[in-house]
């Protein structure tokens, strides 16, 4: 494997976006040769990894149309991460001036907006990076030659800054240095363990830092099937909860909300099953009607129905909005449990239509 690389890294020192013997060469390396290399230690990466033979994926990609600056070669678990821009891999990125290739535990560096992919904030890659790099530090003890910060001197491609901010622990191999396929196969196989105990600490988390919302990425993904598209395309992008785990934070949420008013004098009614808001407040001759919201995210955004939208301006101003964020999930016991979070009220709530995104549309086609 040595000898493609090195053969891989004099190419890139031709880069250019368009077509030449060189870049043809290179894209049958990255594309081909490379990846059944790899294939050929399928059963010793599947099980660093914790996943059958079957559930892990090795691809390389030099690009669309154009050739790419930066070239890459991953592993991955085809569940967890569908395409290279959701999830949590294992990638080999080639610097664009061809000096060095780094294998790096990476993350998608773009997020599913219900109708294309966006780049990430730098803000979020950076939270979900500080998130990872802890459930990781007894693996990491002992090894000096892991970098948290990587340099792919990607002058024309956007990519690459998301690659380097995105970047969780990487070794860095020189052009003229590069070990032999032996030491290549030990490191890969020690970041396909690390990047288990990533996996291992998604399952347990109830959000992680710098994700998107849950509940609004699964009512993306709602619509995105009701308009016919099959394609999971925010398959990867964290923590889903299940139907009990909703139905959990929902009942923590109102608990929270029912407190929290009683204590200010209000006689609170759970109305949700038969209203399109959760709670009913009298006070004197006063009434307020609450919708809830709860999440396992910061809170900065829910979701509402076209209803709830209606419902809540027709009663306002005597109206709430609460939502109870950064409540914690206990997925590890026999029955999920729901603690902890922040509420907040808003009252009178006032629905403005900026404040409203549409992930989809009823079109009346005239027949």
Request: glycine fraction near 10%; proline fraction near 4%.
């Amino acid at each position: 494997m040595d000898s493609l690389w090195r053969e891989t890294l004099d190419l890139q020192q031709l880069w250019t976006a368009g077509t030449t013997p060189a870049m043809e060469e290179r894209g049958r390396l990255i594309r081909r040769e490379l990846p059944e290399r790899l294939k050929g230690a399928l059963p010793q990466l599947a099980s660093a990894l914790g996943v059958e033979e079957t559930g892990l994926g090795v691809e390389g990609s030099d690009g669309a149309g154009l050739n790419a600056e930066i070239p890459w070669v991953r592993v991955f678990d085809r569940r967890r991460s569908p395409g290279a821009t959701t999830g949590w891999y294992v990638v080999y990125l080639v610097s664009a001036t061809g000096d060095r290739v780094y294998l790096s535990l990476m993350q998608g560096t773009t997020v599913w907006t219900g109708g294309m992919f966006a780049p990430r904030k730098a803000a979020d890659l950076k939270d979900r990076v500080d998130w990872a790099r802890p459930l990781l530090a007894d693996r990491l003890t002992g090894r000096t030659d892991l970098l948290t910060d990587i340099t792919l001197q990607g002058n024309r491609s956007k990519l690459s800054r998301g690659y380097e901010t995105g970047n969780v622990v990487a070794i860095e191999y020189r052009r003229d240095a590069l070990p032999d396929s032996t030491v290549l196969l030990s490191d890969l196989l020690f970041m396909c363990e690390l990047l288990r105990e990533i996996y291992r600490g998604e399952d347990l988390a109830s959000y992680v830092p710098g994700d998107p919302t849950p509940e609004v990425v699964e009512a993306q993904e709602a619509a995105t099937r009701t308009a016919g598209n099959r394609r999971r395309a925010a398959t990867g992008q964290g923590f889903r909860p299940s139907a009990e785990e909703r139905r959990v934070l929902e009942l923590h949420g109102v608990r929270l909300a029912t407190e929290h008013f009683e204590k200010q004098g209000w006689s609170v009614k759970d109305v949700g099953a038969k209203e399109s808001f959760d709670l009913l407040l009298e006070r004197g001759d006063g009434r307020l009607h609450v919708e809830v919201k709860a999440t396992t995210s910061p809170g900065a955004q829910v979701v509402l129905t076209r209803a709830e939208v209606e419902r809540q301006r027709e009663l306002a101003p005597h109206n709430a909005l609460v939502v109870v964020h950064s409540i914690v999930l206990d997925r590890g016991a026999a029955v999920v449990t729901a603690s902890g979070g922040v509420l907040v009220c808003t009252s009178p709530w006032r629905i403005a239509e900026d404040d409203l995104t549409a992930i989809s549309f009823v079109y009346n086609t005239g027949m």
